[in-house]
């Protein structure tokens, strides 16, 4: 029986599934005195995601993003922006 409860307790994360990301994005909304809003996007938004028995409610991870890949629609901002990062 002990065998048999350890095997079954080591085999657990073999039932977890990974999960991929497809396709995401990340906007930073921010308001400036002279500029009325800056929204930089980020596209490469990177994922490690993970679900047990394909219930929804057990979906567990990380998400993350670099701050050097956010871009908008002024591009002089944003090289002021890294600088500043």
Known sequence: ????????????????????LKEGS???HTEMLMDSEINPTNNSLKAELSIQNSDITTIKGKF???MIGFISSKTDRDESMYKEI
Do not use: G
Not at 2 to 15: A, D, E, G, R, T
């Open 64 to 66: 993350w993003v670099d």
């Open 1 to 20: 029986m002990k065998n048999l409860l350890i095997v079954l307790l080591l085999s657990l994360p073999l039932l977890a599934m990974d999960l991929k």
């Open 26 to 28: 990340v906007v930073a």
